[in-house]
């Protein structure tokens, strides 16, 4: 059996995509991440594989490990390690802190592009928060999907762009954005469906504009966009004004995590935080609806 700082310094590598972030994580230092995840990768007959988009796979017969995690995962759940929550969003469906016994992937690492369903499946995570479109495609027999909020799409800029002070803006005034972010409250995996919702709410006329320029993806709060999509959460932070721009898209927040371990402690303290926040939070934000 492989050690916990062993399998874990394997584990926080493909979940974050570089040692140096898996190191700080794990207080060591990334030379030692990368010794534990190449006896891992020894023990057990496999490869760890950059795919493209910059996330890792397992390359070989990953039975072993799977089970091994399975184990350990035994282990975070009797609070004998932290379990692990991955955060798509920010912390915004939280309190100012996660709960007792619970870690996440820093601010750097929001929008990784990581699976989170094949990472909760492999016992990589243990829970994970997620979006309409992708926990539509998930076995129900196999992950348990809890509904934590709704809330309308918006569009909003800063208080000093230009479109902040106008009225009944137009497909036209929003085509020249240049730099407009695509539902950046939400993650990469969810950009896809909302370029095509960008497309059909400005058109063609939209498109031939950003083809010089593509849009810009940014990780953490876009200070360099002009014009972005929000849902309630990313309301009222810095100075964003909404745009006068009916975008009529309702987004939901769901978390998720293996059926198997949804009675757990840990688990429960998770939801029992989410709980409290985001009814704090609907109580401040009409806009939002908390379903907890």
């Known amino acids: 059996m492989l050690s916990q700082e062993e399998l874990e310094s394997f584990d926080w590598l493909q979940w974050l995509g570089t040692g140096a972030l898996a190191a700080q994580q794990l207080c060591c230092n990334q030379a030692t991440v990368s010794r534990q995840a190449i006896h891992v990768q020894k023990t057990l007959g496999i490869r760890l594989q950059r795919q493209p988009g910059g996330s890792y796979g397992i390359s070989g017969d990953d039975r072993l490990l799977r089970l091994e995690r399975q184990v350990h995962q035994v282990a975070r759940l009797l609070g004998r390690r932290p379990m692990r929550l991955h ?32 990472l909760l499946d492999s016992y990589v995570l243990d829970a994970c928060i997620m979006q309409r479109h992708q926990v539509e495609i998930l076995d129900s027999r196999r992950f348990c999907v809890i509904k934590l909020l709704r809330s309308p799409l918006y569009l909003v800029c800063h208080g000093s762009h230009e479109l902040s002070c106008d009225k009944g803006i137009a497909a036209a005034d929003l085509a020249s954005q240049a730099q407009l972010i695509h539902l950046n409250i939400l993650p990469v995996a969810t950009r896809l469906a909302t370029e095509q919702l960008h497309a059909s ?10 083809q010089p320029q593509k849009a810009e993806y940014l990780v953490e709060c876009p200070i360099k966009a002009k014009v972005f999509y929000v849902n309630a959460l990313g309301l009222g932070k810095d100075d964003r004004v909404c745009i006068d721009f009916g975008v009529n898209y309702t987004t939901s927040d769901y978390l998720v995590c293996l059926r198997e371990n949804m009675e757990a402690p840990g688990i429960q303290l998770l939801l029992d935080g989410l709980r409290l926040s985001l009814q704090a939070t609907a109580a401040r934000l009409p806009q939002l609806s908390c379903a907890l």
Do not use: F, I, Y
Not at 91 to 113: I, M, V, Y
């Open 87 to 118: 955060l798509m969003t920010g912390k915004g469906h939280l309190p100012k802190e996660l709960p007792h016994g619970w870690c996440a992937n820093p601010p750097s690492r929001l929008e990784a592009h990581v699976d989170g369903a094949a």
């Open 201 to 210: 709410l400005l058109g063609e006329q939209a498109q031939v504009a950003a």
